[in-house]
């Protein structure tokens, strides 16, 4: 059976010091049809992002010259590309690490290819997500206001005290889905399965993180912890 492909070209750049390894998710996605560019340390790998243009990016946390967790950092200065982070431990700080440093997910090595590429594809769904329809031009219901925070469901921006505020796609799916339910209790399985678009039971810690980034760029106290059950969106 051959295998199933990408409905077009999406350019990957892996970044794996490990040649083995780097040249076998190299070839794996590949065999899906994605266009895939390496580099070998963080440095290498800095210098092809800011000369080519990714529609996702593959960091190992451990690389020689700059470290995965500091290029995230630098590629999160210039740029909100998806980004998935590999360890090889599974090592609890690498991970924490690497989603503060503004990652999107990540995998612990070695990673099947089918979970590699389900992971790949949740993140450019969540890359390319748009509303299904327009509202009444009439009927400004596309845009949610929250005290000082404006989200524009149609046009997929957010202003904070009218200043647009970046958000990586993964933040503004978190976003969108507290701001569907503001004042509901959403717990973390749940936006796992609706933002991560996981079929299995994921790693929590990626919720938290994410949330935590999405707090200091929306407000603080804009998202409540509800201890032992979940978040949810202050309404004023």
Known sequence: MPEPRVPDPVNVLVVEDDATIRRAVQLALERYGYRVDVAADG????????????DLLILDVMLPELDGIGL???????????VLMMSARGDALDVVAGLEAGADDYVIKP???????ARIRALLRRATFAPSQ????????????????????LGMEVHRAGVPVPLTPTELRLLLEFAAAPGSVLDRRRLLREVWDYGWEGDTRVVDLCVLRLRKKIGSGRIETVRGFGYKLVRT
């Not at 995230?72 to 998806?82: A, D, F, G, K, Q």
């Not at 990673?111 to 590429?117: A, E, F, K, S, Y």
């Not at 327009?134 to 000082?148: I, T, Y």
């Open 111 to 117: 990673v099947d290819t089918p979970v590699l590429v």
């Open 134 to 153: 327009s509202p009444p031009p009439d009927a400004p219901d596309h845009l949610l206001v929250f005290g000082d925070l404006t989200v524009d469901t």
């Open 72 to 82: 995230c950092h630098r590629i999160r200065e210039e740029s909100l590309v998806p």
């Open 43 to 54: 440095l290498s790998g800095l210098e092809a992002f800011r000369v080519g243009t990714y």
